[in-house]
């Protein structure tokens, strides 16, 4: 029992998982919960910051390698009655369409979600955005340029 726990503790969900099953111990620990905690860590892991690209398709991979074992464990000790590998296909899915969307340069569906925003209209609200931060380091310079315009016409040169 208290292995099952340490596996569950160190994050081995799987290992804990199969642990379970051939020790019998379904009813201290339950498969679904166990499968729900691998499952929150793997989306958990993928949602850490990743400024590139190609930090963010590892790590949507990553995940997806995760959730197949996932798939695979289930169906191995039969556990489609506790845990659903439907929703874990879907989620694949979903994932996938947004790494192919990263490799096309579009915006992820989740950046759509959060922000609330059309995936077109986003593209455009960044050149917005670095273009305000441009003007502010170019704030100092454009009131100089101002200064030097209102001297020049206060000694008619």
Known sequence: MTYGLNLINEKQYLLASTYIHECGLESMFPHRAVLNYYVQHSKAKRRKEHTSSEAQDKAIANEIADLRLAIEHIIKYGLESEYSPDSLTA???????????????????????????????????????????????????????????????????
Do not use: C, F, W, Y
């Open 91 to 157: 989620r694949i899915k979903q994932l996938e369409k947004n790494r192919a969307s990263l490799r096309n340069g579009t915006p992820l569906s989740t950046d759509v979600r959060k922000t609330g925003k059309k995936a077109e209209d986003l593209p455009n609200r960044r050149i917005q955005i670095k273009r305000m931060k441009q003007e502010k380091q170019h704030e100092p310079l454009l009131q100089h340029d101002q200064e030097i315009k209102s001297l020049l016409a206060s000694t008619n040169l």
